[in-house]
């Protein structure tokens, strides 16, 4: 079993920076992903990015020159930095980790409210 605690978000003004936590309680397994979704209300649930644990990242379909995903190992963290926001990045932000080779191996943390203010 693995629970995640996310910690960071909060309300910014569009061009701000902000930065949000996940750490990890439980096994981290060889292949586990470790990264970020985010959703808004009324749609599906998007992929930010997700680091491996030798630290290959897959990014989503957007910003990806605004957001820096990284991964401690030994510490079982991911965060995400987000520059120059804008209001439509505004969304709960999930962490998750996924076993690509098991889709029963699946966890979330509650989400972290992020808000972009224009």
Not at 61 to 78: C, E, L, P, Q
């Amino acid at each position: 079993q693995v629970q995640l605690v996310e910690s960071g978000g909060g309300l910014v003004e569009a061009g701000g920076s902000l930065r949000v936590s996940c750490v990890a309680s439980g096994i981290i397994e060889r292949d586990d992903l470790m990264g970020w979704y985010r959703q808004v209300p009324g749609r599906t649930r998007e992929l930010v990015a997700q680091v491996s644990k030798d630290g290959v990242i897959s990014y989503g379909n957007f910003g990806t020159d605004r957001f820096i995903v990284s991964r401690d190992n030994a510490k079982k963290t991911v965060s995400l930095e987000m520059h120059n926001l804008k209001p439509e990045d505004t969304a709960v932000y999930y962490c998750n980790l996924n076993d690509p080779y098991s889709p029963r191996r699946t966890y979330w943390g509650r989400g972290t409210q992020v808000t972009v203010s224009s």
